[in-house]
């Protein structure tokens, strides 16, 4: 039973399209990332929220805007759509952002395919 | 430059074999933790380890901060242990956690 819910699973898009993947954790954990993992590149982070409020970025395009209407909610939005945004996006959590003592725990994953 | 180094890239086991996986840290760290993948699936957290030397089953973590070096032991490899090993470290002074490209584990049988 996943505490963390990525939607979709899968998806493909058109360049220059815009798409919204969905995260939600059910782990009552109160900061929550995004994590981007394409091709033979490592994990890489992009943003971290606690509290809904952004915590840190990691020079991601402002194209990729995440939203938190919730505490246990946290959106990304990806506007004009390049094919380079190919890529699993991961959305994970932890209980605080003291990370020295938190487990990360993640999410399956939004697979994006840009034609 | 990369700040997580791992190594092996990828290892081919028979089945009952031991494998050893070797993470490295280019910069100073808060702490550390070694994450599964299945291909195309998701990253379950196997250690959290700040330092010292965890076990869990036929899974042993040794994490030595000052030398900012980690390693993974599996003992008795199964087939199911197949799939990719990433170390992650959280980097002093901030809370970004950094991952390693991987180690990517095939145990045949």
């Known amino acids: 039973d996943p505490k963390i819910i990525q939607k979709p699973k899968y998806l493909v898009a058109v360049t220059g399209s815009e798409k919204i993947l969905i995260c939600e954790q059910y782990?009552?954990?109160?900061?929550m990332y995004w994590y981007r993992q394409s091709a033979k590149k490592p994990l890489e982070f992009m943003f971290s929220?606690?509290?809904?409020?952004?915590?840190d970025n990691q020079t991601a395009s402002s194209r990729f805007q995440p939203q938190s209407s919730k505490k246990n909610h946290l959106d990304l939005q990806i506007t004009a759509l390049k094919p380079d945004d190919s890529a699993t996006y991961f959305c994970?959590?932890?209980?605080?952002?003291?990370?020295?003592?938190?487990?990360?725990?993640f999410g399956h994953g939004t697979k994006l395919s840009v034609l | 430059g990369q700040q997580v180094q791992q190594s092996p890239t990828s290892l081919v086991l028979q089945e009952g074999e031991n494998a050893e996986l070797q993470c490295n840290f280019s910069?100073?760290?808060?702490?550390m933790q070694w994450f599964y993948q299945r291909p195309g699936g998701s990253l379950i957290s196997v250690f959290y380890?700040?330092?010292g030397t965890k076990q869990s089953g036929r899974l042993t973590s040794t994490t030595v901060i000052k030398e900012r070096r980690s390693s993974l032991h599996i003992s008795s490899s199964q087939i199911t242990d197949s799939g990719t090993y990433l170390c992650?470290?959280?980097?002093?002074?901030?809370?970004?956690?950094?991952f390693g490209t991987g180690t990517r584990l095939q145990v045949l049988p």
């Open positions: 929220y606690s509290y809904q409020k952004l915590m």
């Open positions: 994970a959590s932890s209980q605080g952002t003291e990370l020295s003592n938190e487990r990360l725990f």
């Open positions: 910069t100073s760290l808060n702490s």
């Open positions: 782990l009552g954990h109160n900061a």
């Open positions: 380890n700040p330092s």
């Open positions: 992650a470290m959280e980097r002093s002074n901030t809370n970004k956690v950094v």
